[in-house]
Nanobody, 114 residues
Framework: VQLQASGGGLVQPGESLRLSCVAS????????MAWHRQAPGKERELVAS???????NYADSVKGRFTISRDIRANTLYLQMNSLEPEDTAVYFC?????????WGQGTLVTVSS
């Protein structure tokens, strides 16, 4: 099972990015999936999550700006990030759960700077 995250980059404050996480080796359509991020010198934090039933949760810091979604046919998880702020700068990781096991993508770097 592999998760491949992509879509990071360098953007200016106020701009947008869309992250993608393609799963291979297993279907995650009915499983919990999430995006986490880790900023320099900080602990990894949960940004957004979606359950197999479609229940969605966001960290307070990204509510109203970020949107998590999934394409079941493509076995892909997305994170649409709008109105990016310098505080959003971090390595973003996708995670998928199958039973008790967690699978992590390799991380994609998002840098928000003017």
């Amino acid at each position: 099972v592999q998760l491949q995250a992509s879509g990071g980059g360098l953007v200016q404050p106020g701009e947008s990015l869309r992250l993608s996480c393609v799963a291979s080796g297993s279907r995650f359509s009915n499983n919990f999936m999430a995006w986490h991020r880790q900023a320099p010198g900080k602990e990894r934090e949960l940004v957004a999550s979606i359950t197999g039933g479609g229940m969605i949760n966001y960290a307070d810091s990204v509510k109203g700006r970020f949107t998590i979604s999934r394409d079941i046919r493509a076995n892909t998880l997305y994170l649409q990030m709008n109105s990016l702020e310098p505080e959003d700068t971090a390595v973003y990781f996708c995670r998928g759960n199958i039973g008790p096991r967690q699978y992590w993508g390799q991380g994609t770097l998002v840098t928000v700077s003017s």
